[in-house]
């Protein structure tokens, strides 16, 4: 028997390097780069690298409908044909991960929370942004330290400034492990309306 | 019968009482689980391949064939791959189709009468033979 597969949050950084494996067991390529909707805080896809210490970058990608199943060790995808030319899916930079990292994270009230270091995605049947991973400013309790901040389900990932509501602060949490529950509880707090 | 159990077991051809050969592999193919092929060594001729159907018995002491020209090479892509040893199942990661890895197959159970594999096992868990989707040269690939 086979365990049921908890609920899985992943650092976007992790899955870089991700083997891409076909249903058949074949592998087709690396995760090279996650490439983010500019809206909606969902994963539009992943572009790709060819296996190996030596890799170069491809000229496809694999699009989100194209993904079967995002585990910790891998990307499983049914077969190669779900892979689509990367001008498809990918017609501008700015949609990528890079430009999300360094950016400070701002509440709506104004106060810096950090530094992103990381983003945080939950694998389910789509592959969500529910959350930063932040190099704590001294709004924070933990100034310094790395700590979880939730998102809203409706937010953009890419823009000019990265901005929560103030309520997020009330759901940081130091640890991915929890995290999970946390992102549950604000977005439920969001949609009482009361933030 | 386990994989590890059956291998090394010799082939004899019953008409002529001789040793042709030696089982050192299996391959495995999905839809449903079952040993399609042995992949023979210790043989005389050129071929090494050795088709499941064409097997009289795969008994307790000795895998029988009616004749030596049943053992023969690679006919297409897939049975290259396979006299390669690029589709052994033993040692093999396993991945579920979610992308979760359960370790290297350390075995396999199948039934010696069919051919049917009942079950994958691994250091941690044993996998029902119909949950195999898929069998590639990276990975093995069963249902979560």
């Given at each position: 028997m086979t365990t049921p597969t908890p609920m899985l949050l992943l650092r976007a950084s992790e899955l870089a390097g991700r083997?891409?494996?076909?249903?058949?067991?074949?592998?087709?390529?690396?995760i090279k780069d996650i490439i983010f909707e500019r809206t909606g805080g969902r994963i539009a896809g992943f572009t790709l690298r060819n296996?190996?210490?030596?890799?170069?970058?491809?000229?496809?990608?694999?699009?989100?409908?194209?993904?079967?199943?995002?585990?910790?060790?891998?990307?499983?995808?049914?077969?190669?044909?779900?892979l689509v030319p990367s001008k498809?899916?990918?017609?501008?930079?700015?949609?990528?991960?890079?430009?999300?990292?360094?950016?400070?994270v701002l509440t709506d009230n104004g106060r810096d929370l950090g530094r992103v270091v990381d983003v945080v995605l939950h694998s389910g049947t789509s592959l969500d942004v529910v959350g930063y991973e932040v190099q704590a400013s001294e709004v924070l309790g933990t100034a310094g330290q790395r700590v979880f901040i939730p998102l809203p389900d409706t937010m953009a990932v890419s823009g000019e400034h990265l901005i929560v509501p103030a309520a997020a602060t009330e759901f940081v949490s130091e640890d991915l492990a929890g995290f999970g529950a946390a992102v549950s509880a604000f977005r439920a707090r969001l949609r009482e309306g009361t933030s | 019968m386990l994989f590890s159990q059956a291998r090394k077991r010799n082939v004899v051809n019953t008409t002529t009482a001789t040793r042709v050969g030696r089982v050192d592999g299996f391959v495995v193919l999905p839809g449903p689980a079952r040993v399609a092929l042995l992949r023979l060594g210790k043989v005389s001729g050129a071929g090494t391949l050795l088709a499941w159907e064409d097997l009289q018995g795969f008994g307790p002491d000795a895998v029988t064939v009616p004749t030596d020209a049943v053992?023969?090479?690679?006919?297409?892509?897939?049975?290259?791959?396979?006299e390669d040893n690029d589709l052994e199942i033993m040692g093999k990661r396993v991945l579920t189709e979610r992308g979760m890895e359960l370790g290297p197959v350390t075995d396999v159970d199948f039934d010696p009468e069919t051919g049917a594999v009942t079950s994958l096992i691994t250091k941690t868990e044993t996998i029902a033979g119909q949950q195999l989707i898929g069998l590639g040269g990276y990975a093995v690939v069963v249902s979560a």
């Open positions: 083997p891409v494996v076909t249903l058949g067991g074949e592998l087709v390529a690396e296996p190996g210490l030596f890799s170069r970058s491809r000229k496809d990608s694999l699009p989100w409908s194209g993904v079967h199943g995002v585990g910790r060790d891998a990307v499983m995808v049914s077969d190669e044909t779900v498809e899916l990918a017609p501008r930079k700015q949609a990528h991960k890079a430009d999300v990292l360094e950016d400070r | 053992i023969r090479p690679p006919r297409d892509a897939l049975e290259q791959r396979a």
